[in-house]
Nanobody
Framework: QVQLAESGGGLVQAGGSLRLSCAVSGRIFSSYAMGWFRQAPGKERELVAVISSEGTTYYGDSVKGRFTTSRDNAKNTLYLQMSDLKPEDTGVYYC?????????????????WGQGTQVTVSS
């Protein structure tokens, strides 16, 4: 049984920073591609950042240059460093894992999900 648990969300002013963490338990974390997705009220879940098992990353256009994802395989933890936050970054942020080494862009191609953590950016 694989379990993912996000932490680090909260309320921040525009221009501020937050770091999200996702602790993964269960199977071999280092073999998985991982991803961050977010969902705002009334909107579809969208890709924020994904990372392959070897550390190759891809970012959604709206966060390029502001967000960085990384993984610590020794700690079974995925991170999302968010900087220069904007009100449009507000939403529930989900960590996801995929039973393949390569990442995917579509959230339906991820097999495991965390419960989500709320990020609210005030203007």
């Amino acid at each position: 049984q694989v379990q993912l648990a996000e932490s680090g969300g909260g309320l921040v002013q525009a221009g501020g920073s937050l770091r999200l963490s996702c602790a993964v338990s269960g199977r071999i974390f280092s073999s998985y591609a991982m991803g961050w997705f977010r969902q705002a009220p009334g909107k579809e879940r969208e890709l924020v950042a994904v990372i392959s098992s070897e550390g190759t990353t891809y970012y959604g256009d709206s966060v390029k240059g502001r967000f960085t994802t990384s993984r610590d395989n020794a700690k079974n933890t995925l991170y999302l460093q968010m900087s220069d936050l904007k009100p449009e970054d507000t939403g529930v942020y989900y960590c996801a894992g995929r039973l393949f080494a390569n990442y995917a862009y579509n959230p339906t191609q991820y097999d495991y999900w965390g419960q989500g953590t709320q990020v609210t950016v005030s203007s």
